[in-house]
């Protein structure tokens, strides 16, 4: 403005054409703070979003293509429905690092930030709640219900909505028949899952050890339970194994079990072990079967978290539930561990890795 007002209190004193050159360089100059201030404006608007982890390292979580499976499947998500990191929207990433402990303090910080939505997995949804009553939550976990998320799959009750991880509790007991299907002189299977204390997150789990106990005992097999919540835990878990004589393992598909899959197999392949995983990978990395959802959650957040961003409320959305199996069978390891998969079991598989 002040430039402006000598440019008039001065035209009689300047030539035409310094006269059009200083209105140039003026307009200009306000062409590209306007154009600033925009931007700014834009980035501060932008919608953030948390992506929280129990157990998954944040070094497995970081960058246009994390390492964690759902932690890309979550970010490919995003940006398959048009979002741009950085630009159209801003990514706050934590993890506990397999310490529970600190989830809490992880969602109040990120309750402080103000972030629009909460994006997590198992523990952390519950941590999240009782952060925050108001910002919404998507989470991934088995039983929503059972952990007092909400009083109901169809309509949640209250802020949390996202996927349940399992389509019942009896899907646990499919994974033990199947188990038994491809080694049936199996008759001490040990379910790796979290450690039973009083804690938000194993009362979750109890209904799946249930689950799976009702289906051993059909089955007349004995189910031992073991619990792992630290890595640290691996190691004391899988002698408590080989001094109750376990003959095969069925993994109850806890974050840490996932993180740490690597050690279980390898495990299980020092000793001679069937066992039958919750999620593909284990079978990839030399796991004899896996019987797992057909999606990765990732993907299934990130349309919650659109939906959430474009006004749904969490009441809106109903919970999903995983329809679609997909039966995996690593050969090689079948061959290595000596065993001979039924015909009928083989036809029945989706994938088999040679």
Known sequence: MHALAFIVLCADQVTPMIRRRVFIGVATTCAVSASLDARAQAAAKLPRVALVFPSVPLADMVGPDPADRVARAFVHGLRDLGYVEGRSISIERRSAEAQFERLPELMRELVKLRVDVIATVGQGARDAQLATGTIPIVAWIDDPVAVGLTASLGRPTRNVTGLS??????????????????????????????????????????????????????????????????????????????????????????????????????????????????????????????????????????????????????????????????????????????????????????????
């Open 165 to 354: 991880g399992t389509a019942s509790p009896a899907i646990h007991g499919k994974r033990l028949q199947l188990l038994k299907e491809a080694a049936p002189k199996s008759v001490r299977i040990a379910a790796i899952d979290y450690k039973y204390i009083d804690s938000t997150v194993t009362r979750g789990t109890h209904f799946r050890l249930r689950a799976a106990e009702a289906a051993a005992r059909e089955l007349g097999v004995a189910l031992i339970a073991v619990g792992v919540d630290k890595p640290e835990d691996f190691e004391q878990a899988f002698a408590s194994l080989v001094r109750d004589r376990a003959d095969a393992i069925i993994d109850m598909g806890t974050p840490n079990n996932f993180v740490h899959r690597h050690q279980i197999v390898d495990f299980a392949a020092r000793q001679r072990l069937p066992a039958i995983y919750t999620q593909r990978e284990f079978a990839e990395s030399g796991g004899l079967m896996s019987y797992a959802p057909t999606d990765v959650p990732g993907a299934r957040m990130a349309a919650y978290v659109d939906s959430i961003l474009k006004g749904a409320k969490p009441a809106d959305l109903p919970f999903e539930q995983p329809t679609k199996f997909k039966l995996v069978i690593n050969l090689k390891t079948a061959k290595a561990l000596g065993l001979t998969i039924p015909q009928p079991l083989l036809l029945r598989a989706d994938e088999l890795i040679q």
